[in-house]
T-cell receptor, first 111, second 114 residues
Framework: QQQVKQSPQSLIVQKGGISIINCAYE??????FPWYQQFPGKGPALLIA?????SEKKEGRFTISFNKSAKQFSLHIMDSQPGDSATYFC??????????FGAGTRLFVKA | DSGVTQTPKHLITATGQRVTLRCSPR?????VYWYQQSLDQGLQFLIQ???????AKGNILERFSAQQFPDLHSELNLSSLELGDSALYFC?????????????FGPGTRLTVL
């Protein structure tokens, strides 16, 4: 019940295309859903986050879509750029404690 | 730069040994988290401390222990090391305001057990 399932494991997208990463969770008590971006040799960094009372949040080219009834959320990267090539982690948190991360998606954007 | 510092950057040791990883959180952050990242396991939450007290525990082995000191820095102790403990160990910190919990990650310590 504490798992966050993330797919796909890896993703190759052409420059200018849309990258879509999906996550699913079980525990309906989770109240905060962040996405982290990690470049090689660096620690993860917060990209964008959403609360379950919101169905969509957009920041620049990054959008989170949240489906509470399906217990799923996804990250959309519009106009994907080679600089977006990184590993993306979805996560779910309960009251600020014990954040559970998905397994990660390696995104490669071809120039 | 996240403002979280971790030392050492790299650590090479032998099986059976004991090591200590150190983390200094961002100024003002009260909460410290430890994660283990290996190639096949992704980011595994180990343990969280808040203002010196343990607040949440994840998949932390009994051979591992941690603590947060009065100055809020934290140490992760790994003992009786095994080959499978080789991984990147990340520390993260946050201020922790209710349910919203942006964590700031340090650069990590790469542990290699030979």
């Amino acid at each position: 019940q504490q798992q966050v399932k993330q797919s796909p494991q890896s993703l190759i997208v052409q420059k200018g295309g849309i990258s879509i990463i999906n996550c699913a969770y079980e525990n309906t008590a989770f109240d905060y859903f962040p996405w982290y971006q990690q470049f090689p040799g660096k620690g993860p960094a917060l990209l964008i986050a959403i609360r379950p009372d919101v169905s969509e949040k957009k920041e620049g080219r990054f959008t989170i879509s949240f489906n509470k009834s399906a217990k799923q959320f996804s990250l959309h990267i519009m106009d994907s750029q080679p600089g977006d090539s990184a590993t993306y982690f979805c996560a779910a948190s309960l009251g600020g404690f014990k954040t559970i991360f998905g397994a990660g998606t390696r995104l490669f954007v071809k120039a | 730069d996240s403002g979280v510092t971790q030392t050492p950057k790299h650590l090479i040791t032998a099986t059976g040994q004991r090591v200590t990883l150190r983390c200094s959180p961002r100024s003002g952050d009260l909460s410290v988290y430890w994660y283990q990242q290996s190639l096949d396991q992704g980011l595994q939450f180990l343990i969280q401390y808040y203002n010196g007290e343990e607040r949440a525990k994840g998949n932390i082995l009994e051979r591992f222990s941690a603590q947060q000191f009065p100055d809020l820095h934290s140490e992760l102790n790994l003992s009786s090391l095994e080959l499978g403990d080789s991984a990147l160990y990340f520390c993260a910190s946050s201020y922790l305001t209710g349910g919203q919990n942006e964590q700031f990650f340090g650069p990590g310590t790469r542990l290699t057990v030979l």
